[in-house]
């Protein structure tokens, strides 16, 4: 149950172990985004909220290192090999992606839309695993691609598998970076989902991040120690509705994950069967008071 949100007892600034430097240097590359092509110092800097002068040193020290490529006719920046490297072992020591990749698949042709699997990147879930089509309307998302913890049924599906402590620290986070003002509308979407987690198994958001997509969501767990990862599913609101997200969609993902849990786990999963799995009963226990505790204010 939660019961408050906790402040970080450690901040970056009395850190002494935390490399204020590298930090900085590692920003710069996260300001860029899938698409992005060429940045300037200028927009680095509006991305990143450092200084320009600061900002220049960076960019001068990525480019000596190999991490940046100048393009001196815009006077911009693109990333580098050996910064594309990073990201592509990254992706190859994830082996729940290429188990996943049959599976998400799958249920891309079953259902007609996007599915995906990601991990936290700050208050952000980013993708590096993702199955769409020519076919897939409306969700142009991709790998590399970031979607919001709180409004997105992937971002609150992960959230409601955290540890509690853990979770409380996120909360606060994001009750921070959304103000007090959106925070009792964002708060009450991520008390509909832990409902929805705890009746159905997972978890949905139906127009909270963009009004016309709808998602499913399902968390999952592995035994290493790693993650939790989270996975959804979605598409356009004319095609999932309300009504389908809950009946179909939903425990089609669930049926999938659970059969990703088995390959994981070295057995033999096989196909999911949505008949059954409708007539599975509503989670308990943990996940009904998740979803009674999280009503709790907050502060």
Request: charged residues 25%; contains cysteine; glycine residues 10%.
């Given at each position: ?21 590298l930090?900085?240097g ?14 300037g ?13 600061t900002?220049s040193?960076?960019?001068y ?5 190999g ?11 693109q990333?580098?090999?050996a ?8 992706l ?33 879930m ?37 540890p ?17 003002s959106?925070?009792?509308?964002v ?11 705890a009746?159905?198994?997972?978890t ?10 709808h998602?499913a ?9 790693t ?11 004319f ?48 996940l009904?008071?998740?979803?009674e ?7």
């Amino acid at each position: 149950m939660i019961q408050g949100m906790k402040r970080s007892s450690k901040k970056v600034a009395t850190d002494r172990s935390f490399v204020v430097a590298l930090s900085r240097g590692l920003d710069v590359l996260r300001a860029f985004r899938p698409n992005d092509g060429l940045l300037g110092n200028q927009e680095i800097a509006a991305r990143t909220n450092l200084p320009k002068p600061t900002i220049s040193r960076l960019t001068y020290t990525l480019t000596k290192l190999g991490y940046l490529t100048p393009v001196p006719r815009f006077d911009k920046y693109q990333l580098a090999p050996a910064a594309i490297a990073l990201g592509y072992a990254a992706l190859t020591n994830l082996g729940v992606r290429h188990i996943s990749d049959p599976y998400r698949d799958q249920l891309m042709r079953e259902t007609g839309g996007a599915v995906a699997i990601g991990a936290r990147d700050r208050l952000n879930m980013i993708y590096f695993g993702q199955s769409r089509s020519s076919l897939t309307v409306g969700v142009l998302l991709d790998v590399g691609s970031r979607v919001p913890i709180a409004t997105t049924a992937m971002g609150r599906a992960y959230l409601l598998a955290l540890p509690e402590d853990e979770r409380a620290v996120l909360l606060n986070e994001i009750r921070e970076h959304v103000g007090n003002s959106r925070w009792p509308k964002v708060r009450e979407g991520i008390e509909r989902s832990a409902e929805t987690l705890a009746k159905y198994g997972f978890t949905t958001s139906a127009g909270e991040w963009h009004n016309d997509i709808h998602a499913a969501g399902v968390a999952l767990k592995l035994n290493d120690g790693t993650g939790p990862y989270a996975f959804n599913c979605g598409a356009p609101a004319f095609k999932f509705t309300e009504d389908l997200l809950l009946n179909d969609i939903g425990p089609r993902l669930l049926a999938m994950v659970r059969s990703i849990e088995l390959a994981l786990n070295g057995n033999v999963a096989r196909s999911p069967d949505i008949k059954e799995n409708k007539k599975m009963k509503p989670a308990g226990g943990k996940l009904a008071r998740v979803a009674e505790g999280i009503k709790q204010p907050p502060f």
